[in-house]
């Protein structure tokens, strides 16, 4: 378990899975009937926070259809920088496909070759 800010209200809680907003502000989206994947259209994001989903929502589409694009061509053609392409992959909203040979990362643990987050299945699990 990680400890992470609420991209919503900026509080530090303890990150299991799912969308990084804490328990607090997912109160909130349910009680408003709203869907996580809903979120940007149920107005409970501030606005530097819309931006930075808007964007994600932009790279995922681009990812979709260009598959085998790597990260300084997904990077460039979006206009925003690796490292925040690093950042959403460790973070597991997005993974390198089968077809990127030279898109993997090695599992913190045990070194194993993994195509988004921080540890391989096996070690997630001990």
Known sequence: MDVRVCKNCRRLFNYI?????CPECARSLLENKEEPKNILKA??????DIDEE???EQIKD???ANPKASVAQIAE?????PSKLFEWIREDRLEF???SASAWFACEKCGAKIR???RCNRCKTN
Not at 17 to 21: F, L, R, S, W
Not at 43 to 48: I, Q, R, S, V
């Open 62 to 64: 681009y990812i979709m």
């Open 54 to 56: 808007k964007t994600f």
């Open 43 to 48: 107005g409970l994001l501030k606005p530097l």
């Open 77 to 81: 053609d979006n206009e925003i920088t």
């Open 97 to 99: 496909s089968d077809d």
């Open 17 to 21: 899975y799912g969308p990084e907003i």
């Open 116 to 118: 988004s987050g921080r």
